[in-house]
């Protein structure tokens, strides 16, 4: 798959795909949308180690708060993410590179800005989560991570939470944790109890640069949503969602909710929006559940408001989902 990414700061666009040989980055020119310089791939930044030879899965990140740019891959051997920043705001200089190993495969890793780390999420032995400092690598000095995890889902093969990306000039208030998500059907995941409502879980990772046994993963809540199926095709299955003239069939990707969780701060109120992929009517016709979830001063986590996206016959799936400065979600 190309695992399509970009992402746009205030005068460039990237963008980044699969390629035979890792992942493969365009820059171009805001303004303009003409190609600046050529097709590169991410592998030709890395100085050293097992990061020279990429593998993809791609992510390209706009650090408004720093007004620089995350790349990242991981490599085609061993358990490695492999993290770009670049020096200044041109992503057309130069980069510091980061090599983080990992006890296990980092697959799916999806990376999210917050003021005080690059939080990443991947699909591991159990649901993991990752803080990465920095600071340091804003300042390119020697960097480390904090690794968590979560417990897994019954049924679920493959899963994995989704980091909180902040979006909007207006960073978390101070001191704000980082934020992960995931979907709870309640009917195959638990608890009891729920026969009408399933879950949205929200964890907070809150680290501590100055004294790692000081930090900490924990649930933060559990939301309560609109009931939704996980079940297409089963759990299991990634031969589901059918195509017009074929008998191949897609991915749902039902365990995970889609990058990104877009947050926002408009200063009376905090917002994350996201989305996930349900079964819409029992057989295996998959839609686009969206949520938006707001946090009043100094209130808790709540659903405001959510819904289903699902017109005519096709399937709908894999959506991404954002908010901008008006509260406009498209």
Known sequence: PPDTVGDVGPNHYIQMINGSGGSLVRLYNKAT??????????????????CQSGAGDPTVLYDKLANRWLLSEFAASGNHLCVYITTGPNPAGTYYYY???????????KYAVWPDAYYVSTNENSPTAYALNRTRMLNGLSATYQRFTAPSLSGFGFQALTPADLDGATAPPAGSQGLFARHRDTEVHGPGGLPAKDLIELWRLQVNWTTPSASSFSKLADIQVAEFDSTLCGLTSFSCVQQPGTSVRLDPLREVVMWRLAYRNFGSRQVLVGNFT?????????????????????????????????????????????????????
Do not use: C, H
Not at 99 to 109: A, E, I, Q, R, S
């Open 99 to 109: 090599d983080f190993t990992t006890p296990n495969f980092p697959d799916y890793p």
């Open 33 to 50: 949308g003409a190609p600046i310089g050529s097709q590169f791939n991410l592998d030709d930044l890395a100085t050293g180690g097992a």
């Open 278 to 330: 349900t079964d819409v009517n029992g057989n295996d016709r998959a839609g686009v559940r969206w949520f938006e979830l707001r946090k009043i001063g100094s209130g808790a986590w709540s659903l405001y408001q959510e819904g289903t996206y699902a017109p005519g016959t096709p399937s709908r799936w894999m959506g991404t989902i954002a908010m901008d400065g008006s509260g406009n979600i498209a």
